[in-house]
């Protein structure tokens, strides 16, 4: 009889500016929120930006509208990107919990746009949404005995 045995992997959690830099190596992650009470989890497009993680929303999200209810503080959400490998369960997972507000100013805006998503100033009906990191932590998944090396 044969058994699977999992691969032998070792877990290495990562400093904040390690966190954040592999954060920037994707495009693509989840907003996590709260919604009628319940928590809520949407795949959206990010950028960092000065230390801060952008979100765009499409209008229909209830992200954006919870964002700007909320007022001068914002409504506290997590986000969560990673590149975890489906074969070899090796990789990277990143989670910054923080401050979520929608960006209002136009020039903001504008500068974002040109930056990161040059299509969404064409399309229309996209909002951004600037989370301000309170908590940002990170992990590593590597093969055990080998050295630990990140998605670059």
């Known amino acids: 009889m044969t058994h699977y045995q999992e691969p032998s992997h070792r877990r290495v959690d990562l400093d904040q500016d390690e966190a954040l ?35 765009l929303a499409h209008d229909a999200a ?36 923080g401050y979520a507000q929608l960006v209002s100013d136009p020039a903001e805006l504008g500068r974002l746009y040109e930056l990161s998503w040059p299509e969404a100033a ?18 590593l998944v590597t093969e055990s005995g080998g050295a630990a090396r990140a998605a670059r």
């Not at 994707?26 to 993680?53: C, E, K, M, W, Y």
């Not at 007022?71 to 590149?83: L, R, T």
């Not at 009906?125 to 989370?131: C, D, M, T």
């Open 21 to 55: 830099r592999l954060l920037g190596s994707v495009s693509l992650g989840r907003v996590v929120f709260t919604r009628q009470a319940l928590p809520a989890v949407r795949p959206v497009r990010h950028v960092l930006d000065n230390g801060d993680v952008v979100v």
């Open 62 to 97: 209830a992200l954006a509208p919870q964002a700007l209810r909320s007022g001068d503080e914002g409504v506290i959400v997590a986000y969560e990107a990673d590149a975890i490998d489906p074969d070899t369960h090796l990789g990277w997972s990143v989670v910054v919990t």
């Open 122 to 139: 064409v399309e229309g009906g996209e909002q951004a949404v600037r989370i301000h990191p309170e908590l940002v932590t990170g992990v």
